[in-house]
């Protein structure tokens, strides 16, 4: 339903952008929010946005380097990532949550993408 692209190896400094597409289950009302895992860490939330867009939220860390976006007629979610630090790296996930505002707890969504990779070399 929800599926995650764009991950990969860079160097610090980059940018990537990642990439979630979502299939017809997925109303476009919902709000989507980006998360990331780093090994044997626990699931961090990373973006949030609004089903119209309005609204964006990013964790203290990201602010001001990783913009979150939707393309409501592809039912996709961007999350553009600027400056990349090596602590930047970890498994990236897209999420969708039935409520239309964006939160911030992964508890809050209801559907999940399957991860993208990205390894962020100093």
């Known amino acids: 339903q929800l599926q995650a692209s764009g991950g990969g190896l860079i160097q610090a400094g980059d940018s990537l952008r990642l990439a979630c597409s979502a299939s017809?289950?997925?109303?476009?009302?919902?709000?989507m929010g980006w998360f990331r895992q780093a090994p044997g860490k626990e699931r961090r939330y990373v973006a949030a946005i609004s089903w119209t867009g309005s609204l964006k939220y990013y964790a203290d860390d990201v602010k001001g380097r990783f913009t979150i976006s939707r393309d409501i007629a592809k039912n996709t979610v961007y999350l553009q990532m600027n400056s990349l630090k090596p602590e930047d790296a970890a498994t990236y996930y897209c999420a969708a949550d039935r409520n239309q505002i964006p939160r911030s707890p992964a508890e809050e969504y209801d559907y999940w993408g399957q991860g993208t990779q990205v390894t962020v070399s100093s």
């Open positions: 017809e289950e997925i109303d476009t009302k919902y709000a």
